[in-house]
Nanobody, 127 residues
Framework: QVQLVESGGGLVQAGGSLRLSCVVS????????LGWFRQAPGKERQFVAAISGSGGSTNLADSVKGRFTISRGAARNTVYLQMDSLKPEDTAVYLC????????????????????WGQGTQVTVSS
């Protein structure tokens, strides 16, 4: 069983930064591509970012390019989402997800691509 636990959410003013973390409890961590999604109240789940198992390939949604960065930690079982220049429209529950893929492959941007999900962490950006 794969478990994902997110942390790092909170309340921040517009223009501020937060770093989200997701710890994956799986020995063969590099077998999984990892992604971040977000869901605001009354809205559909939205793709934010993804990184391949090797860490060599990333994909970011257009709405966050230039502001967010996804990376895999040196501990090898953690993925980060660095969020800078936050906007009120970034307010949402942010969820970490894992997909079993070859190490160089990034899944598509649909949430159906991912089999494992964390519980989410709330990010609130005030104006």
């Amino acid at each position: 069983q794969v478990q994902l636990v997110e942390s790092g959410g909170g309340l921040v003013q517009a223009g501020g930064s937060l770093r989200l973390s997701c710890v994956v409890s799986r020995r063969t961590f590099s077998d999984f591509a990892l992604g971040w999604f977000r869901q605001a109240p009354g809205k559909e789940r939205q793709f934010v970012a993804a990184i391949s198992g090797s860490g060599g390939s990333t994909n970011l949604a257009d709405s966050v390019k230039g502001r967010f960065t996804i990376s895999r930690g040196a501990a090898r079982n953690t993925v980060y989402l660095q969020m800078d220049s936050l906007k009120p429209e970034d307010t949402a529950v942010y969820l970490c997800a894992a997909a079993l893929r070859p190490r160089t492959v990034i899944p598509g941007t649909g949430d159906y691509e991912y089999a494992y999900w964390g519980q989410g962490t709330q990010v609130t950006v005030s104006s």
